[in-house]
């Protein structure tokens, strides 16, 4: 079984602070000293070791190894993999709070990405509402209509919320084939030098959203 650390609530602000999950991630991966957390961030000497003395003072980070390169000691940091962050010690008053608070941020970097690229494509976009469904339909699209032949073409671009009445068996299985797919994605790997990140959010709940 996997060692796990709990966070208090200094350490929870800390690790759910959107600017320092790429920090994290770093040193949870190995163990780095604050010249390779420099590079690696693209970030200024100075401002490295200070980010670097926030997680060590607040026990989220600890001193790996020191090692000695030209007879000088040069510390290396790392961040255990694991954390669980009770609710209860973030700012959040309630769960739904800290949900919103860790994905609202993400959808919204997601929609930002998604405007660019549609807006590479032509300049005037806009918002088609129809009635046509249970919970109505509000779609992308320009003057002419929705933009279906783009969404439907194959261009690497989606914008998507659906709603479907399912029994229980079929929305089991609709979260397999999800996570299926999920899993075949996470295991490719592109050689291409100008291959780009692309994010992908799932989502399955029970009730409709209008």
């Known amino acids: 079984m996997t060692v796990h650390r709990i966070a208090d609530g200094h350490q929870a602000a800390l690790l759910l602070d959107a600017d ?12 780095r000293s604050a010249g390779e957390v420099a590079r690696q961030l693209a970030v200024p000497l100075p401002r490295a070791s200070y980010l670097l003395g926030k997680l060590l ?13 030209a007879g000088r000691p040069v510390r290396r940091y790392r961040v255990p993999g694991r954390w669980f962050i009770p609710y209860q010690v973030t700012s959040a008053e ?16 997601m929609a ?3 405007a660019a690229q549609l807006r590479a494509q032509q300049p005037n976009w806009g918002l088609w509402l129809s009635g046509a469904e249970e919970y109505g339909s ?30 229980r068996t079929q ?30 959010s799932l989502m399955l709940v029970k009730g409709g959203v209008a």
């Open 20 to 31: 320092l999950r790429a920090l994290l991630g770093l040193l949870m991966r190995d163990a």
């Open 57 to 69: 003072q607040a026990g989220v980070a600890f001193v790996e190894r020191v090692d000695r390169r």
């Open 94 to 109: 309630t769960l739904e709070a800290l949900l919103l608070t860790q994905i609202t941020p993400r959808m919204e970097r």
């Open 112 to 114: 930002l990405f998604g």
């Open 138 to 167: 509000l779609e992308i699209g320009d003057e002419v209509g929705p933009a279906t032949a783009l969404f439907g073409s194959e261009a690497p671009i989606m914008f998507t919320i659906a709603t479907s009445r399912l029994s």
């Open 171 to 200: 929305a089991e299985e609709l979260k397999r084939r999800m996570l299926r797919l999920v899993e075949e994605c996470s295991a490719w790997k592109s050689v291409d030098e100008e291959a780009s990140e692309y994010t992908f």
